[in-house]
């Protein structure tokens, strides 16, 4: 059987390629040119794709820092060892159908990620379910959508976004909730804030229970207490009900309504004193809200995470559209619910099924009509008639042993599901596990029996779609890594070792996608908004210059219609009955702390892509727990103190003393992995409680307790390759200092009683294949000590222990030598004559420090931001550190 990938794209090196930014759900256009050497030599933003107009964020600025090979897996593995393509993959063929064989479709499943292209997630959703029966395919995107899809599916009968990105520049009142869209979707906000400027009646109102750098823009900021949401959304319906406002046409012609939301609303939000009861927000504020939403017509609710993260998100998402719909405030410019997603291509998973609730082109699993109609499209020997198993309850049946083989693709659930220690036992259970991954080291791929490694952003071509349901072309402009494949051609390799071959002989992704576009138009005649048959014919030339479309894209238009007839009863949309009821979880002795996670600005997901920028690491460089300094006080926590965080689990992190964090409660960012911390994984302190309409975990809110840690010694190492330390008597975090050169930073949680000996076991991997020269300094008395590890004179590692500590940014010069004299030597076990501390990056765009700022504005007093932008380029490009810049320059003119 030939294995050949013939899907090589043709990359010349000095072709500027259009192609998409890998990162967050806005899905900007880019503008990149190759160096012929595996990098990037040039890239900018596209102005002409519609979703970002040239613009770029940090982390689309710093894509070339994020594009060395070092940690990717080069080629297939079985039991850690190297092997072919064919046997790799004639191995994972026996083992799916061997299982099926013995155990039956319940016992196999695949894991998918927003991170995999539209044609990779069609084959693998045809592959599970139309030619294995299961329907146990599911995607990380359940962690951070599934309530928004149950959301739209109750109240449209679609997964239908009734919202284009233009609507939040034409809108007069922007509501921003569960959302820090300054970090997370920062070309949006800066289009938002753009149309902002131009108009002086438009409106922002965030609501958050943080001060973050959005809730620091807004006109008006409602820091509700979290898991109190429902109450604001069902207390401004009785309000706007009691009021008149709602629009009675619009509901009497286009929506159901069940009354029984009205009554609901009315018994547990009747008054503003009431809400603001609930949600710990003062009456004033919310009757500010209330009023402004009631005479503001043009308004869209921007929602994401902090929505959707929660055991009641889906009834969260269906108040938010009941809102709309009761206002008739939908369908029309400047007007609409608005669900941001946070993956590159969360929302092409969604179109073609890759979630266990779903079928391909939003057709219904449990529709025997819809049934019907894809299996005989498809030629498929079976399909499942019932949803497959969620996320969470994936990998407990993987622990019970119910599933006996799965397919991990591009993402890392042993760091990103809550409780991952309970799902790394799972998978040690398992009796096959195959990760299929760019990357060779993450958490999950420890786990794996087959490695295969997949193409990753520059290699692969397909398409993604964003958040306003806008289809773009990712192209490749970088020549595949070693021996890696694209992930269609993977699965695609494994289907036809089943003997599915026939449904599975595509030659190219553009073969994959016509396959999908005619699916979505075929025999629909007008029920499935998501209706593609005007791209249902494209050649393979028209696919590879498609530019960006928004669907449904109909033969006789490529614009959607201002407001569909929705796929229900009579057409009508449904204002459905939705209640606030008790949670899970709630605070207790030993966890009394309420706990949000989150995003910081620069790194994304687990941070195997920005975690390797130095860049993008200078913001925020270890894990952190944000608490408000009423908290920190009673615990004696003080402002940078390694503390332990308690909650389901325990992780280690840095304090953050902050007012802009809520009292009673604590933030931790999700990012850090054990390759970049020791105990740094935030979702240990998580269970698995979760929504019971989507199954989506509940990440916002949970309960726990913090306290501070004695530290013995304090250092930093410097080392020239990254070092894989898993366990010890000590903290660490890792973060690139420059390219080629990592900084650990460590804190003894014991007496280091051997200074040398410990200093070579810490640096036992720079050593195993060079003879290395050591010199060390040690002064009892002050309890610091030295030491370098040097070949032919040039620096491997140094390490520092004891205060004061060096400026890690003062030894690169020495670090950048190829021999060192005497006099350096010197210099480099002395460190920095004057101890400095490392300053913070607020603008990553410009990489302007923190100190820079302060610098400026001490020579120039009277400064606006605007000058400061000016002056040095801080601020100007994506915009998400105006926030910061505001409150540095505030607090200097303070004091």
């Given at each position: 059987m030939d294995s050949t990938c013939n899907c090589r794209s043709t990359v010349t090196e000095v072709a500027t390629i259009r192609t998409t930014c890998p990162y967050c759900g806005t899905g900007c256009g880019l503008l990149v040119t190759s160096n012929g050497d595996g990098g990037i030599a040039s890239l900018q933003g596209d102005p002409d794709h519609p979703a970002n107009r040239g613009w770029l964020c940090s982390k689309g600025i710093s894509l070339p820092e994020t594009m060395a090979m070092d940690g990717r897996l080069q080629q297939p593995m079985v039991h850690g060892r190297p092997t072919s393509w064919d046997a790799a993959l004639q191995q994972v063929a026996n083992g799916f159908r061997d299982t099926l064989a013995q155990y039956?479709?319940?016992?196999?499943?695949?894991?998918?990620?927003?991170?995999?292209?539209?044609?990779?997630?069609?084959?693998?959703?045809?592959?599970?379910?139309?030619?294995?029966?299961?329907?146990?395919?599911?995607?990380?995107?359940?962690?951070?959508?599934?309530?928004?899809?149950?959301?739209?599916?109750?109240a449209f009968g679609s997964d239908f976004v009734p919202c284009r990105y233009q609507d939040l520049e034409e809108a007069d009142l922007l509501v921003v909730v569960g959302s820090n869209t300054a970090w997370c979707h920062p070309v949006l906000f800066r289009r938002m804030m753009a149309a902002r400027q131009k108009g002086s009646d438009k409106r922002l109102v965030v609501i958050d229970p943080r001060c973050t750098a959005t809730a620091q823009e807004a006109d008006l900021h409602l820091a509700i207490q979290e898991g109190s949401d429902l109450f604001l959304w069902l207390g401004l319906l009785h309000y706007l009900h009691q009021q008149g406002a709602l629009d009675q046409p619009f509901l009497r012609d286009r929506v159901q309504v069940d009354a029984e939301a009205f009554r609901l609303a009315a018994q547990q939000a009747g008054s503003p004193a009431e809400v603001a009861r609930q949600t710990g927000v003062s009456?004033?504020?919310?009757?500010?809200?209330?009023?402004?939403?009631?005479?503001?017509?043009?308004?869209?609710?921007?929602?994401?995470?902090?929505?959707?993260?929660?055991?009641?998100?889906?009834?969260?998402?269906s108040a938010i559209i009941n809102l709309h719909l009761a206002t008739g405030?939908?369908?029309?410019?400047?007007?609409?619910?608005?669900?941001?997603?946070?993956?590159?291509?969360?929302?092409?998973?969604?179109?073609?099924?890759?979630?266990?609730?779903?079928?391909?082109?939003?057709?219904?699993?449990e529709n025997p009509e819809h049934r019907q109609l894809l299996q005989t499209f498809w030629d498929s020997?079976?399909?499942?008639?019932?949803?497959?198993?969620?996320?969470?309850?994936?990998?407990?049946?993987?622990?019970?042993?119910?599933?006996?083989?799965?397919?991990?693709?591009?993402?890392?659930?042993?760091?990103?599901?809550?409780?991952?220690?309970?799902?790394?036992?799972?998978?040690?259970?398992?009796?096959?596990?195959?990760?299929?991954?760019?990357?060779?080291?993450?958490?999950?791929?420890?786990?794996?029996?087959?490695?295969?490694?997949?193409?990753?952003?520059?290699?692969?071509?397909?398409?993604?779609?964003?958040?306003?349901?806008?289809?773009?072309?990712?192209?490749?402009?970088?020549?595949?890594?070693a021996e890696a494949k694209p992930d269609w051609w993977i699965i695609q390799e494994v289907a036809r070792r089943m003997g599915f071959g026939k449904a599975f002989a595509y030659q190219e992704p553009a073969e994959i996608f016509q396959e999908y576009a005619r699916l979505t138009a075929w025999k629909n005649q007008g029920e499935r908004l998501l209706n593609l048959s005007g791209l249902a014919r494209l050649t393979s030339q028209e696919y590879a210059e498609l530019p960006p479309v928004v669907w449904p894209v109909m033969e006789q238009t490529t614009e959607s219609l201002p407001l569909p007839r929705w796929p229900l009863p009579e057409g009508k949309a449904r204002l459905l009955a939705v209640a606030h009821r008790p949670r899970s979880v709630s605070a207790s002795a030993q966890t009394p702390l309420r706990l949000s996670t989150g995003r910081v600005r620069d790194h994304w997901h687990t941070m195997t892509r920005t975690g390797v920028s130095p860049r993008l690491s200078r913001h925020a460089a270890l894990p952190t727990v944000e608490i408000h300094p009423q908290d920190a006080l009673p615990r004696a926590i003080d402002h940078g103190q390694l503390v332990q965080i308690s909650g389901n689990g325990t992780m280690l992190a840095k304090a953050v003393v902050t007012k802009q964090q809520r009292a009673g409660s604590l933030f931790v960012p999700m990012h850090w992995s054990s390759p970049f911390a020791y105990a740094g994984k935030c979702n240990v302190l998580l269970s698995n409680h979760r929504d019971p309409h989507s199954g989506q975990?509940?990440?916002?809110?949970?309960?726990?307790?913090?306290?501070?840690?004695?530290?013995?010694?304090?250092?930093?190492?410097?080392?020239?390759?990254?070092?894989?330390?898993?366990?010890?008597?000590?903290?660490?975090?890792?973060?690139?200092?420059?390219?080629?050169?990592?900084?650990?930073?460590?804190?003894g949680l014991h007496p280091l009683h051997d200074w040398t000996q410990q200093s070579r076991e810490w640096l036992q991997e720079v050593t195993t294949t060079t003879a290395p020269e050591w010199i060390d300094y040690s002064d009892s008395g002050s309890q610091r000590f030295r030491s370098a590890c040097l070949h032919n004179g040039r620096i491997l590692a140094a390490v520092y222990l004891g205060n004061p500590l060096p400026d890690p940014e003062t030894l690169m010069e020495l670090f950048a030598l190829e021999k060192l004299a005497d006099k350096q030597r010197m210099q480099l076990m002395l460190g920095s004559s004057i101890p400095s501390e490392r300053s913070r990056t607020i603008c990553a765009c410009g990489s302007v420090t923190e100190a820079q700022i302060l610098q400026t504005i001490a020579s120039q007093p009277a400064i606006t931001l605007e000058e400061i932008g000016q002056t040095l380029k801080a601020g100007i490009h994506c915009g998400s550190c105006r926030s910061e810049i505001k409150t540095i320059l505030a607090q200097s003119i303070r004091y």
């Open positions: 039956g479709p319940q016992a196999v499943a695949f894991y998918v990620s927003g991170q995999l292209l539209t044609e990779d997630y069609y084959l693998a959703n045809k592959l599970i379910k139309g030619f294995m029966g299961s329907a146990n395919i599911d995607s990380n995107s359940r962690l951070c959508m599934a309530s928004a899809v149950v959301g739209h599916k109750r009456e004033e504020q919310i009757m500010a809200f209330f009023e402004l939403f009631r005479c503001t017509p043009r308004t869209v609710t921007l929602f994401s995470q902090g929505i959707n993260q929660s055991e009641q998100g889906s009834d969260q998402v405030r939908i369908g029309q410019p400047g007007m609409g619910p608005f669900s941001l997603t946070g993956q590159p291509n969360a929302m092409g998973g969604r179109e073609v099924g890759a979630l266990a609730t779903l079928l391909a082109a939003h057709l219904e699993i020997p079976v399909l499942p008639d019932q949803p497959g198993r969620k996320a969470v309850d994936l990998f407990q049946d993987v622990a019970d042993g119910i599933i006996k083989a799965i397919w991990i693709m591009g993402t890392n659930p042993l760091v990103s599901l809550p409780d991952p220690d309970a799902a790394a036992q799972a998978l040690q259970r398992c009796p096959l596990v195959v990760v299929s991954d760019p990357v060779a080291h993450t958490e999950t791929s420890q786990m794996a029996h087959i490695l295969l490694p997949a193409q990753t952003w520059g290699e692969k071509e397909g398409t993604v779609s964003n958040s306003e349901r806008c289809i773009s072309r990712q192209r490749a402009f970088l020549p595949p890594f975990p509940g990440f916002k809110l949970a309960y726990a307790e913090v306290k501070a840690l004695s530290s013995h010694w304090q250092g930093l190492l410097l080392s020239r390759q990254p070092l894989r330390w898993q366990e010890g008597n000590f903290w660490w975090a890792r973060q690139p200092l420059a390219t080629g050169i990592w900084l650990y930073s460590m804190e």
